[in-house]
């Protein structure tokens, strides 16, 4: 705790990746943990990890400012869910990192670790930053678009979306229902599994648990249809990963999932803001003029979407959930660009959602692995998807290519 | 708006429907609707509707305390998303309706209005009594289990569960995230139907915008695999129903939907106690001795809940709906049993959720329509259930069947 603590003192000011740090708070939790070790009691399997929460999760002892200037100092009476699963296995809130506006685009004043004049993504910004500069080894984010594993590709650190409705949302900012998932940022992929079996209650995902992997792994390579829209550096990335995957022992095919799976991105946007504009409604109807102006425009986009557009797009997600599943038969990951390129330039964006959005909307588990670096210097990724409900293979799966990629240089 | 106030003050006092009211605010908004309307301003599909709120939704101008003594006063810093689209069209929150704690089972002080010895049913119970004593012509309500169905039920008025995620959940506390729905309770399906559009956002489901009925309507019987614990009265006021259709023209036929909606009862009761647990998580580490007893053993119950077992709930709630969807082909609606009869005697139970629970689970929406009175002369009811996404075709067959039962007599 007091290495996070020093970290913290020598990294956030250039950083700005706590809303709210609470270092009091974090050494008394970790002197209670202290003591009852020393008393022989169980303290947890993340007993004294230091943890980030993003700034939409309530923390019943810390201020959850949501982002917005509406919500400064609001203190929510319970903590949320995850918190509370968090802490009960002996993790420790170091503090609240900052998120986009609502979790959505408007982007807080977290710089990205790697290069102070580029976003670190978002909406999960602080998380990001905060796992990329060493002061946490975990942090909460949530994704809705591509709120995790973007920051994590621009910040080059593990980022897992899992299963939508794998870890409970209780006191989590609704954006969209059908698509708000919570999920974990790490510096390893060993400690995200276990931070995410902590946090969906599940000992079936720790790595202990994880059934040995398939021999040879077999990948399928999805470009997608925005291709020509990824950036040289990133597509030369995800070749080189399918590249050295295979030159170890891996198995890679090309896939084409479909037509559905084409069109989901778009659906994913529509049913984003259609139910971002409901879900925010009370801020529209009462605090119009204190929400940005970009979110302001995309909720208004959001409530003039017709019922019948609204229920297509959850059509399109039905129909790229049974593709994908069907394209996967025999594969036991799909490799994809996790972002288009290096993290941008500047810091009033978070990035373009683009390449993240079709995996959200059909609710699949995504891991965002690190693979080298732009002509930047700053990271780059490639995403790896698995099936509904099967998180577990999937980070077993990841855990596997790592290996490959680490035997590649 | 007075005529509430009046009916409130003379019924309150026997009932205890309310958790509060806001006398004043009420007033005051609808004096600010009529000065909206006088100078021409649009003031909304429900202007000057008086509206009761259950109190596990969120009010930024009225406590919200969740049926638990822990929240006593607990003051939100924003209206859920419901209450900001019901206040936006006109209506006005009179006040929070008693819920079973935590929107479980361990009930409040509510009567039913029929008999103030028996319970309103839960845990919509302030909802079902407050539209059912004439108070308020509509209320919301969430259901889990049977939390819309069974109050509405035992106290003669409509209950509507509308299909899984219909209106938005934002700012609903959560217990079960893959079967909390919002819904309504009214006193006319034309009223429920109305509400419901506004929250929804959606305007094809008002009466105006439903297609024509289907000439005759086509009625599946589900007679449950409970069969045998409905009560007598309540099993003859089903065939009754089924019969009057029959006589007046409908088509009736028997629905045996298979292995898995039978299996749905006790998968439902699976998904919301493991569920409930991990939501609950905050209370049951820092305040368990706070939870009332029935509540603390089931949420351990759902704690104990292997995932296996958890993931075999889900794996049988989309069997289920599959072979739903399957048998009701040609159905235009099924018709089964709301409740296992009347309002049981005393307030120390809610009743039974056994005939509620399989509808939740598989996610689609629900009517309870009120079907004359039982040998203690307390309503009965029947539920009619829909196809998902189907809101508006089984608003519409209710009403159809509702004018066949009238010509019934």
Redesign the interface.
């Known amino acids: 705790m007091e290495r996070a603590l020093t970290r913290l003192g020598e990294r956030e000011p250039g950083l700005q990746a706590f809303a709210h740090v609470d270092a009091e708070g974090a050494r008394a939790a970790a002197r209670a943990l202290d003591a009852q070790a020393s008393a022989g009691a169980p303290v947890g399997p993340l007993a004294g990890m230091p943890i980030g929460v993003k700034d939409v999760i309530d923390t ?1 002892d810390q201020p959850t400012a949501l982002g917005s200037p509406l ?1 400064e100092g ?1 203190r929510p ?9 968090l ?2 296995a002996g993790g420790v809130v170091l503090g609240k990192t900052v998120t986009a506006e609502l979790a959505a685009f408007h982007p807080g004043p977290t710089r990205n670790p790697h290069d102070a004049a580029r976003t670190p993504g978002g909406s999960s910004s602080g998380s990001a930053a905060a796992v990329a500069a060493g002061i946490v080894p975990a942090a909460l984010g949530t994704q809705t678009g591509g709120s995790i594993i973007r920051p994590a590709a621009y910040c080059g650190v593990i980022g897992f979306k899992p299963t939508f ?1 794998l870890i ?4 989590v ?2 954006f969209a ?2 698509l708000d998932t919570v999920g974990v940022l790490g510096a390893r992929l060993d400690l995200v599994a276990r931070v995410t079996a902590v946090l969906a ?4 995902l720790v790595p202990e648990a994880w059934s040995s992997p398939p021999a040879p792994l077999r990948l399928g390579v999805v470009r997608t249809p925005e291709w020509d829209a990824v950036q040289p550096a990133a597509r030369a990335t995800l070749e080189r990963v399918a590249g050295a995957a295979a030159a170890n022992g891996a198995r890679v095919t090309d896939l084409d999932p479909g037509p559905a799976l084409a069109a989901a991105t778009q659906a994913q946007r529509t049913v984003q803001l259609a ?1 971002g ?10 605090h119009p003029e204190r929400l940005s102006a970009t979110l302001r425009e995309l909720l208004d986009e959001g ?1 003039a979407i017709p ?2 557009q609204r ?1 297509a797009a ?1 059509a399109t997600a039905r129909e790229a959930a049974r593709e994908l599943r069907a394209a996967t038969e025999g594969i036991d990951v799909v490799l994809t660009p996790a972002v288009d390129g290096e993290a941008p330039q500047g810091l009033d964006s978070t990035g373009d959602p683009l390449l993240q959005r079709r995996w959200t909307l059909v609710g699949v588990p995504v891991v965002s692995l690190p693979a080298g670096r732009g002509p930047s210097g700053l990271p780059l990724a490639v995403a790896l998807v698995g099936r509904r ?1 099967e998180d577990a293979a999937l980070l077993s799966a990841a855990a596997q290519l790592q290996r490959l990629l680490e035997g590649e240089g």
Chains 1, 2 share one sequence.
């Open positions: 019943a919500f609001r009476a319970r903590d949320a869910a995850c918190v509370a699963l802490r009960a409705g409970p949302r209780a006191g900012l609704a229902d059908s209650d599940r000992d079936d139910e504009a409901l879900a925010l409604a009370d801020e529209r109807r009462r409530a019922p019948a229920d959850h409900g």
